[in-house]
Each structure stands twice: as structure tokens, then as C-alpha cells.
């Protein structure tokens, strides 16, 4: 009963080493590319920055809408 419990430990062991090595192969054989580096970043970076916009505050848009009442 002992050599039964052993060879299971040690089908487990071996399954576990062959199934890591499998992985770190796929790993390294499959590893996704890196994109070429772009020679033009600097103008690719100024032109994808939107320029900043005003954005009403609620104070104003309040008192537009007073401002709009009143004038009823």
C-alpha cells in the first residue's frame, strides 16, 4: 500500500515539472511581439492631447436659468 501512495506523489510531481515546463515554453516561443518604436512619437503625442475647453460651472448654469425666467 506504501509504493502505491509514493508512485501517486510521484506521477504527481512529474506531471506538475512537465506541465510547467510546457507553459514557460509557450510562454517564451509565444510571447506576443512588441510594436516597432514610432520615430515621429512627439507629433503623434501633441495631436492626440485634445486642447482644453471652458466647461459651464452649476453657478452659471443657475443663473441662466433665473436670468431665463425673469424674462418671461
Known amino acids: ?3 502505491q501512495g509514493n508512485s501517486n506523489q510521484f506521477r504527481f510531481l512529474i506531471a506538475a515539472v ?3 515546463i510546457v507553459l514557460f515554453g509557450w510562454s517564451y516561443f509565444y510571447a506576443p511581439t ?3 518604436a514610432n520615430t515621429n512619437a512627439a507629433a ?3 495631436a492626440a492631447q485634445p486642447t482644453p475647453q471652458a466647461t459651464p460651472t452649476p453657478q ?5 436659468h433665473y436670468d431665463q425666467g425673469a424674462a418671461l
Open 34 to 36: 512588441k510594436p516597432a
Open 60 to 64: 452659471d448654469a443657475e443663473s441662466d
Open 44 to 46: 503623434n503625442t501633441a
Open 1 to 3: 500500500m506504501e509504493e
Open 18 to 20: 512537465l506541465s510547467m
